[in-house]
């Protein structure tokens, strides 16, 4: 494997700003004015770079990202094993599933690998085990999250990153608040801000036309959310493979109970390293934490797990399982009608 990319070198404006909107999109009158300031450039020329990348595909959308559980959800990576000439048809059945919001298909043993996630009143356990039965999966296995190291995608859109530069994590298990009561002002507000927020001058405007509130009461209530843990940022999100990172590996490391909590947090200080969680184990799966990250390159993905390996975890089993195969990647909409038609379809209510 070829040693790290090279030290940063000058980093252009566009590439300051696509970075910079990953981060938080600040919800004042015109964020997008606040931003460009910061990187260098007008707010007309921020605006039409935006828009040209979102017409490219690179942007997909700028929205909320709220914490489900904070938000009473109930969330879990789901692991199963499927006879190869059932994966692609079971891969569909799980694909109709409206709290599922990711599903690939690695490559491992367990070879289907999907999110799903369901409101409070609803039962997870119930939920994956209808879709084991109806998808013809042979095992199924719920990995939910024990602690949460790191979240937070933030692709590096210049390439001059170091391969093992650390900052530290944006958010974490220690941000959640899992006894907040849910208002029907939180409802409302993450409804409209769940949506694909218009790359204009004033984005914020609908939203805010729809919960009949100023954009200063808006940004209130948001820093309120955000201090709850239920609101983690207004950011922009890319498409992956659009963006060059064409490549996805997910790192899961086998180590001892006693050395996990140091382990993951020395691993979720890697920017290379958009998720790091502990996970439960079973007789046939060892592996207790997982690290994702991105690359333009299956070199790049593997070089970004080998240097965890060589600072953090040397000598610890580790497997490293990529998507072969995208079935679906949404982003996950809360309160949505049509779960509650697919549990009352399929007897879960």
């Not at 690998?113 to 609803?122: F, G, H, K, L, Q």
């Not at 996805?248 to 390293?273: H, S, Y």
């Not at 070199?299 to 580790?318: L, M, Y």
């Amino acid at each position: 494997m070829t040693a790290p990319a090279p030290a940063a070198t000058q980093v252009s404006p566009r590439e300051q700003l696509l970075n910079r909107i990953q981060r938080d999109i600040p919800i004042v009158q015109r964020p997008y004015r606040v931003i460009a300031e910061e990187v260098g450039m007008t707010e007309a020329e921020a605006l039409d770079i935006l828009r040209e990348v979102k017409a490219e595909g690179v942007l997909r959308q700028v929205s909320a990202i709220f914490d489900t559980r904070t938000l009473g959800y109930k969330s879990s990576l789901v692991a199963a094993v499927y006879d190869e000439d059932q994966l692609d048809a079971g891969a569909e059945i799980v694909n109709g599933h409206p709290g599922v919001s990711h599903n690939y298909k690695r490559n491992h043993s367990f070879n289907l690998w999907y999110t799903i996630a369901v409101p409070p009143e609803s039962d997870i356990e119930a939920h994956v085990q209808r879709l084991h039965d109806l998808s013809g999966a042979r095992v199924t296995r719920l990995m939910p999250t024990l602690h949460l190291f790191k979240i937070g995608v933030e692709f590096d859109m210049s390439g001059k990153e170091d391969w093992n530069a650390k900052a530290a994590p944006q958010y974490t298990n220690a941000d959640r608040n899992i006894g907040y009561e849910v208002t029907d002002l939180d409802r409302a507000f993450v409804v409209e801000f769940q949506k694909d927020l218009p790359v204009t001058e004033e984005p914020y405007a609908d939203a805010c036309a729809a919960l009949s509130l100023s954009i200063e009461e808006v940004a209130a209530h948001a820093a309120r959310m955000k201090a709850a843990g239920a609101l983690r940022r207004v950011s922009a999100v890319f498409r992956h493979q659009k963006a060059g990172f064409t490549f996805n590996a997910m790192g899961v490391w086998a180590v001892p109970g006693d050395e996990v909590a140091e382990t993951g947090r020395r691993m979720a200080e890697f920017k290379a390293v958009s998720h790091c969680y502990l996970r439960p184990t079973y007789p046939e799966w060892p592996y207790t934490i997982f690290t994702m990250v991105h690359g333009r390159s299956k070199e790049e993905a593997f070089g970004k797990i080998e240097a965890i390996e060589r600072e953090v975890a040397p000598g610890i089993d580790h497997a490293i399982l990529y998507s072969t195969k995208e079935y679906k990647k949404i982003r996950l909409e809360f309160y949505k009608p049509e779960f509650y038609s697919w549990a009352e379809r399929h007897n879960l209510t």
